[in-house]
């Protein structure tokens, strides 16, 4: 599976919107990107994932460039409860997610 | 609403005993995941099953970690002897996995202490 880079920490004002970035330069045509979030001592929790389409949900939109080495994961209106480490992952179908390092992201008052 | 169950959520034990962490996937669900979280590691992929076959479990220390899903609502993971190395959180988690799909679904979690 490619490889992910977050970055390792990133603060959002609540009420904003929180953009978290992925690159995945190594990502192959059949390749998928997922999204979970893991807040503390829980169990991550998926969020999203697409291929080469933008996608959006009750819970973010994921906008992924045209040549598919990055992409964006948007909660377009944070709130306290969206800290937590968000994990971006790249999936073939092998059924495996390899989890990262993720991004710890802090949404403050 | 469905849920991946886990049992116990912690446990603490000595060097050398025995160790059984139970997990109950989501009815119709056919993959089922054991993960271990550590500081250090991070979450790790220790085993899958798909329709309660073993896939892979190349993430397991081989010499004291087994597997296995004796039906359909049951999976266990089991450390026999247990070292303080092991402490650490693992979570099951379940999903219809297949072709491109990989949504799973995590449990709480079992908190698990070696002294």
């Known amino acids: 599976d490619a490889k992910t880079t977050q970055p390792p920490s990133m603060d959002c004002a609540e009420g904003r919107a929180a953009n978290l970035p992925c690159n995945h330069s190594t990502i192959s045509g059949n390749e998928y990107v997922y999204w979970y979030r893991q807040i503390h001592s829980q169990g991550p929790q998926y969020i999203i994932h697409g291929l080469k389409n933008n996608e959006t949900n009750e819970m973010a939109s994921l906008i992924i460039t045209e040549d598919r080495k990055s992409s964006t994961l948007i909660l377009p209106h944070a709130t306290l409860r969206d800290t937590a480490v968000y994990y971006c992952?790249?999936?073939?179908?092998?059924?495996?997610?390899?989890f990262g390092q993720g991004t710890t992201l802090q949404v403050k008052p | 609403d469905a849920r991946v169950t886990q049992t116990p959520r912690h446990k603490v034990t000595e060097m050398g005993q025995e160790v059984t962490m139970r997990c109950q996937p989501i009815?119709?669900?056919?993959?089922v995941f054991w993960y271990r979280q550590t500081m250090m590691q991070g979450l790790e992929l220790l085993a899958y099953f798909r329709n309660r076959a073993p896939l892979d479990d190349s993430g397991m220390p081989k010499d004291r970690f087994s597997a296995e899903m004796p039906d359909a609502t049951l999976a266990t993971l089991k450390i026999q002897p247990s070292e303080p190395r092991d402490s650490a959180v693992y979570f099951c988690a379940s999903g219809l996995v297949g072709g491109t799909t990989s949504e799973q679904f995590f449990g709480p979690g079992t908190r698990l202490t070696v002294l």
């Open positions: 992952i790249v999936y073939s179908n092998t059924g495996k997610l390899i």
């Open positions: 009815l119709g669900h056919n993959t």
